[in-house]
């Protein structure tokens, strides 16, 4: 029999409980009516695990953020989410969370303070992360609860995430739902340690293991733990047992489940065992719990029926292009009279210091950006004026980093991360692609994230240090990409890209750093993201190009003074400026479009195409792309040079000439 040690609750708090525990329970039991009668389509039940969402959450402070799975409707129901609201989400309905783009639990809300997961699971926990920091940083004696389950465990966001709060003292609990399979996949299949609460001591913090069906042991422990990282922050590791009593999906089913195994979990069940014990301390009767049981079903029947007559989203497609992006209209700041010349490494590092200085609720978040100053040496001396609790030196953990900067955004800050080359934001691909570029588009949030990309090839680093990668971006909905080519626009582009509350993946050529230098003004001033410039008239053709582009460009220009080309700077590539293109292919009608990055499908292959439909009337030949080599970026310099599109613009210059 399970054993409940009630200490010094009063009947009231243990009858709450149970009425907490049950509103959930006959939730889920009326979605299997739903589902067999075909007016659902899909349901993730949480059936069994029901103690571990409910206790948690009613053991954390309201104004504390819970970060949940898709099985735990108790944490929705304890925080009293409106059921009809819930069931308009579940719907797909538009008065719903997400307004009908995301299904089951794949929301935030601000007003209960939850942050739903995305389907690749673990990539939440690094939110956690953020929000922590945020609470650490302005001294709020707050916690966080994430939870996972022991599938993700597997993953490495799971392990960046808990060493990240390690590192950094968060006040974080990662709350580990031990429920006996990842789909069809035994935990013996899953890991190989005996309790996944011992890998808390490879992370050097505290962990725990309870019973995640008794509900008054979850409620204590996480009560317990909460108080403790409130006035002294760390992170802990929960992990409580239990087991999913339906299939990973109610279509998946549980036949990959031995029978034993449900028989001996459902003398186990949360509900009825704290009920049994309710019964016996004479709390509970036949008399109270129908009359509960009564009222609860009547609420649940006219919540869920009312809210399948709430209407349906409506396709509006210029809508929904425009809810990709949180509102916000930039207003350009001019530049001052005052003007010093400037390196382009040295402009960057120039509008963080005015960034830090005009946000204080900014953090900078990087590998070596702390007392190095950085590989590049642009934060050198930061941390020193600003303090390492805004200028932060991070693991070796490109995803934990991501998702750490969108949990400081949701917590009401803004960050910086530094990929130390650009080539590594592979390793943190799925947080930018699906959490920044998706969060607003998804339930309303901001994504407020300056990526900091050093890209491009030209110093014989070789394929890992080289790569310029911007198409992997503009591909992406919901993310704004820059690429300066002067100090100038470096500095005014990155002050643009910290204001703004969308996340912006901000590139910045590595060769130009110390070898390029201009006029930059002084203070504060900001570019125009989604505007080209026009650096050169000419009425023969046009080269369309950005970052290195330009200066390639630039440079053959004046070779040859008496071709009459136009050149236009892009240097904002999503949002890009169609109008100029446009008016640029009007006045040449022949175009050539210029960039480091490989041929095939970079970024070249959109504006190509955007012209060739928009355009087609104002071309006196096809437009011609010149990109680098469909191949990885070569080590030795002879090669590299021979990858570089440079090589081959003065071929595809003639050809276009001669058409």
Known sequence: MMRFDRKSKDDATLLNLYEQLLYPRMIEEKMLILLRQGRIGKWFSGIGQEAIAVASTLAMKETEYILPMHRNLGVFTAREVPLKKLMAQWQGKLTGFTKGRDRSFHFGTQDYKIIG????????????????????????????????????????????????????????????????????????????????????????????????????????????????????????????????MRGHEEASGTKYVPEELFKEWEKKDPVKTFEAYLYEQGILNDQL????????????????????????????????????????QQKVAAPGAVSSEMRYLDAISDALKLSLQQYPNLVLMGQDIAGYGGAFKITDGFSATFGKARVRNTPICESAIVGAGLGLSINGYKAVVEMQF????????????????????????????????????????????????????????????????????????????????????????????RSLSGQVPEGHYTVEIGKANILKEGKDMVIITYGMGVHWALSYLDQYPEYSIMLLDLYSLQPW?????????????????????????????????????????????????????DTAVPMNKILEDSFLAKSRLHENVEKLRAY
Request: glycine share 8%; with cysteine.
């Open 577 to 629: 400026d169609k109008e100029t293109v446009k008016t640029a292919v009007q006045a040449t009608g022949k175009v050539l479009i210029l960039h480091e990055d490989t041929l095939g499908s970079g970024f070249g292959a959109e504006i190509s195409a955007w012209i060739s439909e928009y355009c087609f009337e104002y071309l006196d030949a096809p437009v011609i792309r010149c990109g680098s080599l």
């Open 289 to 328: 719990a129908d009359a509960l049981k009564a009222s609860l079903k009547q609420e649940i029947e006219q919540e869920v029926e009312s809210a399948f007559q709430d209407p349906e989203p409506v396709a509006n497609p210029e809508h929904e292009l425009q809810e990709m992006y949180f509102p916000y």
């Open 117 to 244: 997961m995305i389907s690749h699971l673990g990539p939440q926990m690094a939110l956690a992360d953020g929000i922590a920091l945020a609470d650490l940083i302005e001294g709020k004696p707050q916690a966080t609860l994430v939870f996972t389950g022991e599938g993700a465990t597997s993953e490495g966001d799971f392990h960046e995430a808990v060493n990240v709060a390690a590192v950094w003292n968060l006040p974080v609990i990662f709350l580990i739902e031990n429920n006996g399979y990842g789909l069809s996949t035994p935990v013996a299949e899953q890991y190989n340690c005996k309790n996944l609460v011992d890998k808390a001591i490879g992370y050097g913090i505290e962990g725990i293991q309870v019973d995640g069906n008794n509900v008054l042991e979850v409620y204590d422990a996480i009560h317990e733990v909460a108080g403790r990282i409130r006035k002294d922050p760390r992170p802990v590791l929960i992990e409580c047992l239990t087991f999913r």
């Open 422 to 513: 650009a080539d590594f934001v592979s390793c943190g691909f799925n947080q930018i692609v699906n959490n920044l570029a998706k969060t607003h588009y998804r339930w309303g949030e901001k994504a407020d994230v300056v990526v900091r990309m050093p890209t491009g090839a030209g110093t014989s680093a070789g394929p890992f240090h080289s790569q310029s990668n911007e198409a992997w971006f503009t591909k992406t909905p919901g993310l704004k990409v820059v690429y300066p080519a002067f100090p100038y626009d470096a500095k005014g582009l990155l002050l643009a890209a910290v204001e703004d509350p969308n996340p912006v993946i901000y590139f910045e050529h590595k060769y130009l750093y």
